[in-house]
């Protein structure tokens, strides 16, 4: 199927090839996305799909490139790279719906990715486009999961990966990943919007393939998460999808790869999209409570201890409004104490995830709380990262010391303190019980 990058402002609509390394439009500075003639018949792709978890071929069993009719930019001869990413489960948290006050609730949980993150489904196909383009160097500017899937997929295909963080605001649970995967990695003393700014005006400069979400066909790989979402729900449309809000690369991607999925016939109808964002780096919250349209007013020093949505200027807020609003969505902040809450509570599911993640379920109780969500809604919650991305901030909680970007002490009404023991037999048992 014949592909493009067309710019996203329906005001210009300018075409460029899939093989000219852009971001944004050349024309009037929009960002862009890929666009694709799709076939009339697309019925037997959902079977096919399903055939191919049987097959030992590295790109079926590849959660992303088995989808891949819905993301056909490469030509077919391109190599790519996989470690063998998606094929993240769907996982029931019954406790985790009695706290948001929902009947059930599902955990879409993307650390189960390679790296950790949902950055690996997007990061396969970065990559796959940075070989086709010849480039020797990429690089991203991150707050810790992009550094992550972006290292080890460039090392895995033989490629320079360099990472620019925010100097002192990553955890050491993701700086390490990129360390240990051979990223050259700075820490840059500014803020991840400032950065970015920084890291786009020296890759042009010096030739290097910037795998941002900015970049196109790393949205193409995040929307197969919804894609296999449907898929491991035989197709069956939920209420509502339920999102962290930070760069929103992901809320353009879910949102695209649902409208795409909608116009091919192959679902009936739209989930809405929350997006929820952290009180203290929440732009795109304050953009959709405007009374007239606007374009987004950057918070110049966001504060969360999530830090993977530690952003005050995403990039993709053009996009992800559009998905909002065409899926009938909200968007919504949670504050620190909420996100931790929320996170002791997906814990004691037998699950765990990151800070950042955890903010769905918070989100999600806020929007029972004030009816706009109905307790017996089918929804869908997408956690983004591993439990152990950020293991010294559940120590902190569970031990009475995590603090607010504020210096606030947050209570941990969940909290799990470890206790010290004797080294007695009898006294042991009755600390026991």
Avoid at 86 to 95: E, F, I, S, V
Avoid at 109 to 117: A, D, I
Wanted: charged share 20%.
């Amino acid at each position: 199927m014949p592909a493009e990058l067309v710019c996203f402002d329906p005001a210009c609509r300018a075409r460029y090839p899939v093989t000219q390394a852009i971001y944004t439009c050349e024309r009037c500075g929009g960002l862009l996305e890929t666009a694709y003639a799709w076939p009339a018949d697309v019925s037997a792709w959902p079977a096919l799909w399903r055939q191919r978890r049987t097959h030992n071929a590295a790109i079926d069993q590849s959660g992303v490139w088995r989808y891949r009719e819905v993301i056909p930019f490469l030509d077919g001869e391109e190599p790519l790279v996989t470690l063998r990413e998606g094929n993240t489960p769907l996982l029931p948290a019954p406790r985790a719906a009695s706290y948001a006050g929902l009947d059930a609730l599902s955990f879409k949980h993307q650390g189960f990715n390679p790296t950790g993150s949902f950055k690996d489904n997007g990061m396969t196909c970065g990559v796959a486009q940075a070989l086709r383009l010849g480039m020797q160097r990429v690089a991203c500017v991150s707050t810790g999961n992009t550094s992550a899937s972006m290292a080890a997929y460039a090392s895995a295909a033989g490629l320079e990966p360099l990472i620019f963080i925010p100097y002192g605001n990553i955890a050491y649970g993701k700086l390490a990943q990129a360390l240990e995967y051979g990223a050259r990695t700075f820490q840059v003393e500014a803020n991840f919007d400032q950065i970015l700014a920084l890291v786009r005006k020296l890759a042009e400069r010096l030739g290097i393939y910037l795998l941002n979400s900015i970049n196109p066909f790393r949205i193409e790989g995040q929307k197969t998460i919804m894609v296999e979402m449907l898929d491991q729900r035989d197709w069956r449309v939920p209420d509502w999808v339920v999102l962290p809000g930070g760069n929103l690369g992901n809320t353009s991607a879910f949102g695209k790869g649902l409208r795409e999925l909608l116009a091919l016939g192959l679902i009936g109808r739209l989930p809405r999209l929350a997006v929820i964002q952290a009180e203290g780096a929440a732009p795109f919250y304050d953009l959709m409570r405007q009374s007239a349209p606007g374009a987004l007013r950057a918070v110049e020093h966001p504060e969360t201890l999530a830090t993977a949505i530690k952003i005050g200027d995403p990039v993709s807020w053009p996009k992800a409004r559009q998905e909002v609003d065409a899926s009938g969505g909200v968007v919504e902040r949670v504050s620190e104490q909420e996100i931790a809450d929320a996170k002791a509570v997906i814990g004691q599911c037998g699950i765990g995830c990151e800070p950042a993640s955890a903010a769905t379920l918070a989100g999600i109780r806020k929007l029972v709380a004030a009816g706009t969500m109905r307790p017996d809604a089918d929804v869908v919650a997408v956690l983004t990262g591993h439990v152990l991305k950020d293991p010294d901030y559940i120590y902190r909680y569970h031990t009475g010391q995590l603090e607010a970007p504020d210096g606030t002490r947050l209570a941990g009404a969940f909290a799990n303190q470890p206790l010290v023991a004797p080294h007695d037999a009898e006294r042991l048992a009755a600390m026991i019980g």
